[in-house]
C-alpha cells in the first residue's frame, strides 16, 4: 500500500535522508526504529508532504504521491498523528474531531472514535488544551481517523504517557489493526512495539539498515544494541 523508495530529503541545505525504503502492505503494522536524530520525523514529514523529497519515490496504492501537498496526501488515504500531537488547543474535543471528518457516511464518526476511546465522551466539550496528555493524544488518533484513513501514521505513539494511558493506546492500536487499518508507528517502547507489529525498519543515519518480524530482532540482540541502545 505504501511504498517508500530511495527517499532523499532534509533540511534547507543539511541532507537528513540519504536513500530510505520500505513498505506498508495493506493492514500491516511496521514500526520505524532507530535512536534520536536517526531520520524517523525527517521520513513521516516527506511521506506526508510535509518536507519536499529531494530524490526517490513514495508511492501509495499504486500511484506517486512524492511532491503533492500534505492535503493532497491525507485525502487519499494516509492519516498523521505527528510528534507532540499537536491538536488544535482552543478548540473543543468535538470541535476537534469534527474539523477533519472526511465525509458523512465514512467508516469514523464521532460515536466510532468515541466507542474507541470512551475517555474522550467525558471530555467532548473541553478544550483540548484541558486534556491530560494521553487524552490529547486519544484525540489526535481520533482526528487522523476522522479522516478515513487507510494508513495511519503515528510519531512516537506514547511519548510521555503515564503506563496505565499507554495501555489505552497499545489497546486502541490494536483494535485498529483488527480493524484492517493499515499502521506506521513510531515508538520508543520496544516491547509493546514487538507485541503489536508485523515488522519493523531500523533507520541509522538516515538510511533503512535492517528489517525483519519481531522473532527476528528478539533473536538479534547486538542488532538491538547496535542500533537502538537497549
Ligand atoms: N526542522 C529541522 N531543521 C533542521 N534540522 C532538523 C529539523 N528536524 C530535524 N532535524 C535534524 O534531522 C535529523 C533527523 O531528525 P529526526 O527526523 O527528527 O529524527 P528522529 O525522529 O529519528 O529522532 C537530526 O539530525 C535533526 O537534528
Ligand atoms: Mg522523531
Known amino acids: 500500500m505504501l511504498e517508500v523508495v530511495d527517499l532523499h530529503a532534509g533540511y534547507g541545505?543539511?541532507?537528513v535522508l540519504f536513500g530510505v525504503g520500505f513498505g506498508v502492505a495493506r493492514g500491516e503494522v511496521v514500526t520505524l526504529l532507530g535512536r534520536n536524530g536517526m531520520?524517523?520525523?525527517t521520513t513521516v514529514r516527506a511521506v506526508m508532504g510535509l518536507i519536499r523529497p529531494r530524490g526517490g519515490a513514495v508511492r501509495f496504492a499504486g500511484?506517486?504521491?512524492d511532491g503533492m501537498p500534505p492535503h493532497r496526501i491525507a485525502r487519499r488515504g494516509i492519516g498523521l498523528v505527528p510528534e507532540g500531537r499537536q491538536v488544535f488547543p482552543n478548540l473543543t474535543t468535538r470541535e476537534n474531531l469534527i474539523a477533519t471528518a472526511a465525509r458523512a457516511g465514512g467508516a469514523w464518526s464521532l460515536d466510532r472514535v468515541l466507542s474507541l476511546f470512551p475517555r474522550l465522551a467525558e471530555r467532548l466539550d473541553s478544550m483540548a488544551a484541558l486534556l491530560s496528555g494521553g487524552e490529547q493524544q486519544m484525540l489526535a488518533i481520533g482526528r487522523a481517523l476522522m479522516t478515513d484513513p487507510c494508513l495511519l501514521i503515528l510519531d512516537e505513539a506514547t511519548e510521555g504517557l503515564?503506563?496505565?494511558?499507554?495501555?489505552?493506546i497499545w489497546r486502541a492500536l490494536a483494535q485498529l489493526k483488527q480493524a484492517g487499518l493499515g499502521i506506521l508507528l513510531i515508538d520508543k517502547n520496544l516491547n509493546a512495539?514487538?507485541?503489536?507489529a508485523d515488522r519493523h525498519v531500523v533507520l541509522e543515519k538516515g538510511r533503512a539498515v535492517w528489517t525483519g518480524d519481531s522473532a527476528a530482532l528478539r533473536a538479534d540482540q547486538a542488532l538491538a544494541r547496535r542500533y537502538l541502545g537497549v
Not at 503515564?162 to 489505552?168: G, H, S, W
Not at 512495539?193 to 503489536?196: A, D, P
Open 193 to 196: 512495539l514487538m507485541r503489536i
Open 13 to 15: 541545505d543539511a541532507p
Open 63 to 65: 500511484d506517486r504521491i
Open 162 to 168: 503515564a503506563p496505565l494511558i499507554r495501555e489505552d
Open 39 to 41: 531520520g524517523k520525523t
